[in-house]
């Protein structure tokens, strides 16, 4: 059985695919490989040329390794195996005349069926080469058997199951029973590339793979359903919170007595900044998608959504100056309470060309670079592309010096209170010398200090938590959300919807390869908690006094003449 001859017949018979007789040489094997194990039980035809090993490697060299096959529904897997090892090995067949055997090839039936059980899910996943063309030559029986061997009718063709598959008998064929159906092409949350049939061309790349589209936007399908909405709900809340907070803090220390002055001032410029940071929450609120998407699929950029190039610009000004007045209170409190000075009082117009002109300058030249999109949550920012160098760095490199300053400040602080604590402050200042009256004396300042401007060093605190917290966030996990990094996961996660299992259960499978759930939402809840905080930091009960004065003030102003002669008249009667 080495070599062996078949009966003569035509090419023209052969080409029609009745490929009972033709001369052959080539020789007979058993399956040795192990890709086909379970569906190959007979003895192989291989073609003068070829040896198994080759031709197992180029069902590998095709896609078909067993991390690719594992990810493959069952109702699609069983009809694929079939009909790659009945194409891979055709079946050898004895016939009555001694020394000639029949050569079986691959059923068009089997073929059909490969078809409609799997050509969706192998498209989704990327493996659109393995669907094949029933009504053209069985691959590579071109250069095996020129001009090639067409799929066979049942009864004269290579039929193969499972081993473990139970077997029925439909007319000439035996085949092994397979479950399920064909798909739909994209299987839901996906929607059809509405550009997929204009040649080669796309609705988005970054989006959009094999014919189907993740709708924008896009992370919101990737996680259990609706959780990223509602968390992201419970965000714009707590920002709106912040952002009427805030309000307060700052119409505060714009209307009332003595809070435009130094060091009240800096706290004005440093809650208006975190006004305008919560601010920006009323875009979302008014309509989320329209802020986050073009369109059905494209999410917005500056260039085609004038609203997110607004709401960006905005955020990114507010950011940049919330850290710059941020650090200007820190480091208020380190010249006050350290060198004893007032420079910050002398240099306002310094401090404001330094803060605004900063926050500024990033602003115009991220808007300049065209790199304002959304990307995260319901806000627009930088693009992750450029959100380092073009963000997070411009703050680092003034809230990092900062923070430094803010230790050494406090170191500062905890070595006179340990002073303190030696030092009788009890002790006559005549029976001192000069030198210990003035190390007392710097004591009670840095204590004063200390009682002054601890909310602002408090605040100044929070502040660098978030931006430290976010931006670590922004950095190791973020990434993972770009599409290129995620294109290949989410090709997987097609390929388990397509198979009707539950959209929360894929996403369980798809979450390893995601920024936490939880995570994400306690990054964006942080930073919107900013003007909630700077509210309880600094609104104390004196401010509510104030505001009874301030409106009283106002009311006496409006009681109008007779009530303001009426008073004066009482006042010449006592």
């Known amino acids: ?40 039980d007979y003895v192989v035809w291989v073609a003068p040329g070829l040896n198994m090993s080759y031709i197992e490697q180029s069902l ?19 009809t694929l195996m079939q009909y790659a090892c009945s194409s891979a090995y055709p079946r050898i067949e004895a016939t009555n005349q001694t020394g000639t055997y029949d050569v079986r090839f691959a059923c068009k039936s089997t073929c059909e069926a490969d078809v409609s059980a799997c050509s969706s899910i192998l498209t989704l996943a990327g493996k659109a080469n393995l669907v094949p063309n029933c009504d053209s030559y069985i691959p590579g029986t071109t250069t095996t058997v020129p001009p090639g061997v067409l799929f066979q009718p049942d009864g004269t063709c ?35 590339d509405p550009m997929s049939g204009a040649g080669n061309t796309t609705a988005n790349s970054d989006y959009c793979d094999l014919g189907c589209c993740l709708p924008c936007p896009a992370q919101y399908s990737l996680y259990h359903t609706d959780v990223l909405k509602t968390g992201y709900t419970i965000t714009n809340i707590m920002r709106l919170i912040s952002m009427i907070l805030s ?25 208006t900044c975190v006004f305008l940071f919560s601010v920006v929450v009323i875009f979302p609120l008014v309509n989320t998608r329209g802020m986050q998407c073009f369109d059905a699929i494209n999410p917005s950029t500056q260039q085609n959504n004038l609203k997110c190039a607004i709401q960006g610009a905005i955020l990114i000004f507010a950011s940049i100056g919330t850290c710059s007045w941020c650090s200007a209170l820190i480091l208020n409190l380190h010249m006050h309470t350290v060198w004893n000075s007032a420079w910050f009082a002398k240099k306002y117009w310094l401090i404001h060309f ?13 808007l300049g670079m065209g790199q304002v999109k959304w990307e995260f949550a319901t806000l627009c920012l930088i693009s992750q592309e450029k959100s380092s160098s073009m963000f997070f760095y411009p703050m680092a490199a003034i809230i990092f010096p900062a923070f430094l300053v803010h230790v050494a400040t406090f170191i500062h602080i905890a070595r006179i209170s340990a002073q303190a604590g030696v ?14 009256a003035a190390v007392i004396s710097h004591r009670r300042h840095v204590m004063m200090a200390i009682k002054i401007q601890w909310r602002a060093a408090v605040m100044a605190i ?32 097609a390929v388990c919807l397509a198979q009707g299992t539950a959209h929360n259960t894929c996403a369980d499978q798809l979450a390893p390869y995601l920024p936490p759930y939880g995570l994400m939402i306690a990054a964006e809840f ?49």
């Open 1 to 40: 059985m080495s070599r062996l001859m078949t009966k003569v017949a035509t090419l023209a018979t052969l080409a029609l695919g009745f490929f009972n007789t033709i001369d052959a040489i080539g020789s007979a094997a058993n399956y040795n490989g192990t890709l086909c194990a379970d569906y190959v």
């Open 60 to 78: 590998v060299a095709q896609g078909m390794t067993k991390d690719a096959l594992a990810l493959l529904p069952e109702s699609c897997l069983g």
């Open 158 to 192: 290579n039929v193969v199951t499972s081993k473990s598959a139970p077997k029925t008998t439909t007319g000439n064929q035996t085949t092994g029973t397979t479950t399920g159906t064909a798909t739909s092409a994209c299987p839901a949350p996906f929607i059809t």
């Open 247 to 271: 309000f307060v803090v700052m119409v505060s220390y714009i209307f009332l007595p003595d809070k435009r002055s130094h060091p009240s001032a800096l706290i004005l410029y440093f809650s």
């Open 354 to 366: 330094v803060c605004w002109g900063y926050a500024t300058a990033i602003t115009a030249a991220a």
């Open 423 to 436: 030092d009788s402050e009890t002790m006559s200042r005549s029976t001192l010398s000069a030198g210990a």
């Open 462 to 493: 929070f502040a660098i938590l978030c931006v430290m917290f976010y931006w670590l966030f922004y950095f190791l996990q973020l990434k993972k959300i770009k599409p290129d990094t995620l294109k290949p996961h989410v090709r997987v996660f």
């Open 526 to 574: 942080l930073v919107s908690m900013i003007g909630s905080v700077i509210f309880i930091v600094f609104f104390k009960m004196t401010l509510f006094q104030e505001w009874g004065d301030w409106f009283g003030s106002i009311s006496y102003l409006l009681g109008g003449k007779k009530r303001q002669q009426k008073e004066q008249d009482q006042f010449f009667v006592i």
